[in-house]
């Protein structure tokens, strides 16, 4: 009895590991931001870390897991520490880094947006993970001086860094009634579906 016993501990050990860790799926991307990445008003199914695993799945990569890690109301100041929590779990094939945006509402200044975006990218790439940094804009009625300066905290990292860049998340869907919610700021489900469209050939193209 007792090798009957050890082989069905052993057997729930793994099944319990598997279940618990998305990292055994291949590839892994990890998505990190804010409520824009973690599709504030609209169903999980449809926030765009979803569609981009439903994406990939229907085009060869069944086995694909793409986690969502945003968090509403999460700064640049986040991202070392949402870095760190799933890095320990594993080491996923792409990172999606699309912080910033409430950098830019609460207009943090861009010297600190910067500072931290350089700190995430040395991170991800020390571990030699692919990165792809989605940048953001500034609201327009905050002046000339600060959007500017905001837009090009990001254009610095990747002057640097080299991470695969897309210069603005909302690009196509931003000041589109249509494509947003009613308070103006996050997408609604067709305004993700244009996000999906924009961030898709760029995450073939990594993998």
Not at 139 to 147: Q, R, S, V
């Amino acid at each position: 009895m007792l090798p009957l016993l050890r082989r069905f501990i052993l057997l729930v050990s793994v099944a319990l590991g598997t279940a618990a860790s998305p990292l055994a799926a291949k590839p892994v991307i990890l998505s990190v931001g804010d409520s824009l990445t973690f599709g504030l008003g609209v169903p999980p199914e449809k926030t765009w870390p979803s569609l981009l695993e439903a994406q990939l799945k229907a085009d060869g990569h069944p086995k694909v897991k793409v986690i969502n890690a945003g968090s509403s109301g999460a700064t640049t100041a986040f991202g070392i520490s949402t870095l760190k929590f799933h890095l320990k779990r594993g080491k996923p094939d792409l990172i999606i880094y699309a912080l910033g945006a409430n950098d830019g509402l609460r207009g943090i200044d861009p010297a600190t947006t910067h500072k931290n975006l350089s700190a995430a990218m040395e991170m991800i790439q020390a571990q030699g993970i692919k990165v792809l940094l989605l940048g953001m804009k500034a609201p327009p009625n905050y002046g000339e001086k600060f959007p500017k300066d905001f837009e090009s905290s990001f254009t610095k990292v990747k002057d640097k860094y080299k991470p695969a860049f897309i210069p603005f998340l909302l690009e196509g869907v931003a000041g589109k009634p249509e494509l947003n919610q009613p308070d103006g700021i996050h997408p609604n489900e067709k305004g993700y579906e244009q996000v999906l469209k924009l961030i898709y050939p760029k995450v073939k193209e990594l993998l």
